[in-house]
C-alpha cells in the first residue's frame, strides 16, 4: 500500500486507473467473443461554442496510448479550440476501453488549467506572470500543473520537483515566515540574509508586507539591498484596502527616491481582472488558485464508427 492516497503510474499505465464499468464491460464483450474495430473521438463538444480553450494534457494521453495496436490523430497541445473532436482514435476496441477513464482526465485537468493560464497571460500580454498556485493542489500533479501553465503561456513556475519533472527550474520570491523568523523589526535582517545566502542568477525581490505599511517596508528594503530586482506586494484580503492605490504610491516613493529600477510584483487571490485593473502599476504577478485550481474541461469519448 502506498504511504500517500496516489495511484501508482503503473495502474494508469495498465489502465487499471478506471471506472468499474469499463470491467465489465471487458468481461461482457469477451464472453460474447466480440471486440469490433472501432474509430472514437473526444470532445467537449460536437460543435462550436464560440468558447475557447487551449489544449493540454496531450503529453501524457499520448503516452498512455503508446504501444498500443492503435491509431491515433490529435490537435496539437496548445492549440485553440472551441468545440469538435480534439483526439481520434481508430483500432480495437478493447485495446483501449479500460484506458478511457484515465485518457479524459489527462485532458480534462490540463486543458482547464491551460485555459485559465492563457485568460492570465491575456489580462496582462506584456508583464511578467508567475505560476504560484500549486501549493493549493495534491502534490502528485504539481508537475502537470505547472506543465499546463506553461503552455497557456504564464513565464515560470514556483514548484521544485515539478520543475524537475518538465525540465523547467522553479522559481520563487521569499515567503512570509522568512521575515517572521527574523522577528518584528528585523526585516532587513532578512532581506540581507536572502541577498547573501542565494546564488547570484537569483532575483533580489524582497516581500515587503509582513509587519507595516507596505511603502515603509518597500523603501526600507529599498536602503537595505543593494541590488533590489523588485519589491513584492501579497497584502492579504483582510489588509489590503485599495490594492491599486497602496501600488501606485509603492511606485511613486520608489521613483522620487530614485529607484524607478526597482519593479513591484503583486500576489495574492489574483485573477484576470485584478491584474487588468493593476497592469499599469504592477511589473508582474504572480497567480494561484485561479489557474491551479482551475475547472476541468468535461471531455467526453464516443464512439463514431464500428
Known sequence: MSEFDIVPPAAIASGD??????????????????????????????????????????????????????????????????????????????????????????????????TAALETRRAAPDSLVLSFGTRHVHPSIAAMIERSALLGGLDGISNVAGGEVIGREAGGTMPHALLICFGKGEQEAAWQ?????????????????????????????????????????????????????????????????????????ASGGIGPAAIRDLRDVADGFGVGSYVSNADPLDFALDIVEV
Not at 480534439?86 to 478511457?100: D, M, S
Not at 542568477?201 to 530586482?229: F, N, Q, S
Not at 484580503?237 to 519593479?263: P, Q
Open 17 to 114: 486507473a478506471t471506472d468499474a464499468y469499463f470491467d465489465r464491460t471487458v468481461e461482457a464483450l469477451e464472453h460474447a467473443g466480440k471486440n469490433p474495430t472501432v474509430v472514437a473521438e473526444v470532445t467537449a463538444s460536437q460543435f462550436p461554442t464560440g468558447e475557447w480553450h487551449t489544449l493540454a494534457g496531450l503529453k501524457d494521453a499520448a503516452h498512455l496510448l503508446t504501444g498500443r495496436d492503435l491509431d491515433a490523430d490529435a490537435l496539437p497541445e496548445g492549440q485553440l479550440f472551441d468545440g469538435g473532436p480534439v483526439l481520434r482514435i481508430e483500432g480495437r476496441y478493447l485495446e483501449f476501453c479500460r484506458l478511457e477513464t484515465a485518457l479524459l482526465g489527462f485532458l480534462s485537468h490540463a486543458t482547464g488549467v491551460a
Open 193 to 265: 540574509a536572502f541577498d547573501e545566502a542565494v546564488g547570484p542568477d537569483v532575483p533580489r525581490v524582497a516581500l515587503c508586507d509582513t509587519y507595516g505599511d507596505e511603502v515603509d517596508e518597500t523603501l526600507r528594503a529599498a536602503e537595505a539591498v543593494d541590488d533590489l530586482d523588485s519589491v513584492r506586494i501579497d497584502t492579504t484580503s483582510s489588509r489590503r484596502g485599495d490594492l491599486r492605490h497602496i501600488l501606485r504610491e509603492v511606485r511613486w516613493e520608489l521613483d522620487a527616491r530614485g529607484h524607478e529600477d526597482i519593479g513591484i510584483f
